[in-house]
Nanobody, 115 residues
Framework: QVQLVESGGGLVQPGGSLRLSCVASGIIFDIRAMAWYRQVPGKQRELVADITSGGNTNYAASVKGRFTISRDNAKNTVYLQMNSLKPEDTAVYYC?????????WGQGTQVTVSS
């Protein structure tokens, strides 16, 4: 049974920062490429960033230079450091495999950027 639990979201002003965490269980974490996704109500879920088992990273153009994805294999945890936040970053953020299996998603964590 796979479980991915996101945390760290909240309300911040434009230009602020947040650090999201995702704790994984029920998988062999070290060998999996992981990713952060986000979704706005009524819109399709989009890939924000991903990280391979070896630590190589990839970012959506909209967040490149502002967000950093990282992982701590000893803690089975993926992080997303978000800096210089913009109102358009407002969404529910989810973590999952880079290539999700069985369309399984957790509750996500809400990020709201507003003045």
């Amino acid at each position: 049974q796979v479980q991915l639990v996101e945390s760290g979201g909240g309300l911040v002003q434009p230009g602020g920062s947040l650090r999201l965490s995702c704790v994984a269980s029920g998988i062999i974490f070290d060998i999996r490429a992981m990713a952060w996704y986000r979704q706005v109500p009524g819109k399709q879920r989009e890939l924000v960033a991903d990280i391979t088992s070896g630590g190589n990273t990839n970012y959506a153009a909209s967040v490149k230079g502002r967000f950093t994805i990282s992982r701590d294999n000893a803690k089975n945890t993926v992080y997303l450091q978000m800096n210089s936040l913009k109102p358009e970053d407002t969404a529910v953020y989810y973590c999952n495999f880079r290539f999700p299996q069985h369309d399984n998603w957790g509750q996500g964590t809400q990020v709201t950027v507003s003045s």
